[in-house]
């Protein structure tokens, strides 16, 4: 199909965060949304080319906050399971990407307004239930920041083929920004609905196909945002859903010559095992694949001595503990000066005791589980590491595994600025705080610029304008993401585009042209309007 017409998409705005507040129509549609799904066990395929697959082995997709409680089963896929993918995507690839650019547009846009409405209580609801977030982390999450990447990512598209170079007289130059050659591999973690939508969308708005292997602990949401795809008319095999392990289905992936992209997130090692596979077997690919992740972080909150405390504890206790500190932005080590630390001790031990944690369908909570055995077992280890040391628990410091993985927000304080803790992404609910001599400003500048190996989140805390401009330059690379008087987290589409460099990623930005940019393949055409019929030069011309 084609339309005359240079096509407009319509502006941007980001989602507005619905409250759910007491006697809301939102809040009694979604539970009784949360009743639905907690009740059903459905099978859930894998989805290729369009086609529901099921296999001979399956997992159980549970409640952390309560894991006897199935919420469905979900097929296990194998290597073969991929290579079938990369063949749909192949089929689908030719047709996709001749598709005029607005009406791959229209599919996303139509999928931000139905999950703007109708879909919105169904991935909400299931994020909450299998990925243990409260009602207001699921709502910034799978609702709204799912729909602002729909919107704002086409808007980046517009912005990207509008970019063309100058024509001189006589001739027409001009840009076509092909989409790559082969299928993109996406990975997503289980900790945002919105980061596995827009692994997936981003590329295939861009004319891409996909083979998408989500995190097992993000089945259900995974799930539910490929139905919504389907339902805005996403044809098939342009995105085609494999649940696995992670092992087997990667090598397959990684082994195919028509790998175009890798389009991750998730830990350090797995990244940097996933290049090192691309790197040594470089020649078998067709094209060099382009290969974008946001990994790990050990992301920082660092107050000067002029700091308001109450602001800083305030942003210690959302920054470290919304969603049990499951985000890669979560402030996990503290820089905190010795005039400010009696203060902000006070605030944590009153705040952090408060903190209600429990099922997310009881709307007070502010914590739910973290996500699996394995994180519980990482958060108890490190919490017991810490006494053993004899590091000071401010704060927390119990867990309980009898009926969901619990662990209590817990605070630490080190004498050693090296402790393992300050250094190592635990990914949960513990934050260990070094408190450093007031008059060592400068040095603790080059402590938090030299400690550990990430580089995604920080924050600094100073009422004093020269120590915030010494500390936007000292750690000019330390965070890809740096606020100023605000906790590390809660980046918006449109607004503070994600990602960070050193062992945190490629800083390719979620959320901005920049990453898109990465999946498309441009090529130059030069159209001579009135070419030459004459090999000569002017300069070859005699004198006279």
């Excluded at 598709?99 to 991935?123: C, H, I």
């Amino acid at each position: 199909m084609t339309a005359p017409g240079i096509f407009r998409t319509p502006p941007a705005v980001n989602e507005p965060v619905r409250t759910y507040a007491p006697g809301s129509p939102e809040r009694a549609e979604l539970s009784r949304r949360l009743a639905e799904l907690a009740g059903e066990r459905p099978s859930i395929p894998l989805v290729i080319g369009g086609e529901r697959v099921e296999t001979k082995t399956v997992f159980e997709a549970v409640m952390p906050h309560d894991h006897d409680h199935v919420l469905a089963d979900v097929a296990k896929g194998d290597a073969s399971h991929i290579e079938r993918a990369i063949a749909a995507a192949r089929d689908a690839h030719p047709e996709w990407s001749a598709t005029p650019w607005y009406e791959r547009v229209a599919v996303f846009l139509r999928a931000a307004e139905l999950l703007a409405g109708p879909w919105r209580s169904t991935l909400t609801a299931a994020t909450m239930l299998n990925q243990s977030k409260t009602v207001h982390q699921a709502e910034i999450d799978a609702a709204c920041e799912t729909i602002d990447f729909l919107r704002f990512n086409a808007e980046y598209l517009t912005r990207i083929y509008e970019e063309q170079p100058q024509s001189s007289a006589g001739v027409w130059n001009r840009l076509e920004y092909r989409p790559l050659e082969g299928f993109v591999f996406a990975i997503s973690p289980f900790n945002f609905t919105a980061i596995g939508a827009n692994l997936t969308t981003s590329p295939a708005l861009m004319g891409n196909t996909v083979v998408w292997k989500p995190a097992s602990t993000q089945a259900l949401s995974a799930w539910y945002t490929l139905r919504l795809l389907e339902e805005a008319g996403l044809p098939p095999g342009v995105v085609n859903l494999v649940f696995g392990p992670g092992a087997d289905l990667g090598k397959a992936a990684l082994e195919s010559p028509e790998l175009a992209g890798v389009h991750f997130t998730g830990s350090t090692g797995v990244f940097q095992s996933i290049w090192q596979t691309i790197g040594g077997g470089i020649e078998r690919y067709r094209n060099y694949p382009r290969i974008v992740g946001e990994t790990g972080g050990k992301d920082f909150i660092l107050a000067h001595p002029s700091a308001d405390p109450h602001a800083v504890a305030t942003a210690i206790v959302r920054g470290s503990f919304e969603y049990q500190g499951q985000k890669c932005s979560a402030s996990s080590r503290l820089y905190l000066p010795s005039n400010l630390w009696e203060e902000i001790r006070a605030d944590l031990e009153r705040d952090v005791p408060s903190i209600a944690m429990g099922d997310p369908r009881d709307f007070a909570n502010f914590m739910g589980a973290v996500i699996d055995k394995s994180s519980f077992d990482t958060q108890a280890k490190a919490i017991d590491e810490a006494r053993a040391a004899g590091a000071d628990i401010v704060a927390g410091g119990s867990v309980d595994a009898s009926e969901g993985w619990f662990v209590e927000p817990t605070v630490i304080k080190t004498e050693d600025p090296g402790f393992r803790l300050m250094q190592d992404e635990l990914f949960g609910p513990v934050v260990t705080a070094f408190v450093y001599d007031e008059k060592k400003w400068a040095d603790t500048l080059r402590l938090v610029d030299e400690t550990g190996d990430y580089a995604l989140t920080g924050a600094v805390f100073a009422n004093d304008r020269s120590a915030i401009g010494e500390a936007h330059d000292a750690l000019r690379y330390a965070a890809g993401n740096f606020y100023v008087n605000d906790k590390p987290t809660g980046a918006v589409v449109g607004q503070q585009p994600f990602g960070g460099a050193r062992a945190s990623g490629t800083n390719d930005k979620a959320g901005s042209l920049w990453n898109l940019i990465r999946w498309v393949s441009p090529r130059t055409v030069k159209e001579t309007l009135v070419p030459a019929t004459d090999y000569r030069y002017p300069s070859q011309q005699p004198e006279g």
